[in-house]
Structure formats: C-alpha cells, structure tokens
C-alpha cells in the first residue's frame, strides 16, 4: 500500500519561512513526476510546484522567486521550502506523486494534507 504523508505545516507570520515534506512509503517500483498543490477555504485545488524524476522543475507564477521544490530520490521524499510566505499562501498543502507500482503500471497518489497558515 502506498502512502504520502506531508509534514512540515504550521502558523506562521507573513514575510516567515516553512519548510514542507512529502514522505512516500510502501512497495513500488519507482516514483515519477511528484508535485505540491494548495487549496484555500472556498477555493479550487491549485498547483503550486511539480518537479520531475530528473529534477526539473515547474512553478505558479504565484509563487515563483519565493518557492523552491525539490527532492531526494534516496528518501522517496520531496520538499518545498516556501520563503517571504503572504497571508494569501494560506491553504491546505497537498502533495501529488505519480507511482509505478511496476514497471508499466502507475498510478496517481494524493497526501492527506497539511495546513499553512500566515499571518499578518
């Protein structure tokens, strides 16, 4: 069974810094392109960042110059550092990873989540 578990959240003030994690477990083969999405209360799902197996990346324009993704094959595990964080930041950060159970076989797999919170 594989799982995503995002850590990392918190309450913090605007112009402040976090640091998410996206942890995948489980039995799989290989673990493809991996992104973080946000949702604000009342809001649609958003993405935020993608990057792929070869660590290139994607970013919203919301975002970009304050961001950074990246992750670390060996501990099946991605980042986003979030820097000069605005109130408008606040959501719920999700992160998505596509996974090959085998060779031939993937799927897309969802975290549960993890609140942000910024405050002015």
């Known amino acids: 069974q594989v799982q995503l578990v995002e850590s990392g959240g918190g309450l913090v003030q605007a112009g402040g810094s976090l640091r998410l994690s996206c942890a995948a477990s489980?039995?799989?083969?290989?673990?493809?392109?991996m992104g973080w999405y946000r949702q604000a209360p009342g809001k649609r799902r958003d993405l935020v960042a993608t990057?792929?197996?070869?660590?290139?990346?994607n970013y919203s324009d919301s975002v970009k110059g304050r961001f950074t993704v990246t992750r670390d094959g060996a501990k099946n595990t991605m980042y986003l550092q979030m820097n000069s964080l605005k109130p408008e930041d606040t959501a719920v950060y999700y992160c998505n990873a596509a996974i090959s159970i085998h060779p031939g076989y993937g799927m897309d797999y969802w975290g549960k989540g993890t609140l942000v919170t910024v405050v002015s």
């Open positions: 489980g039995d799989f083969f290989s673990i493809n392109a």
């Open positions: 990057i792929t197996r070869d660590s290139s990346t």
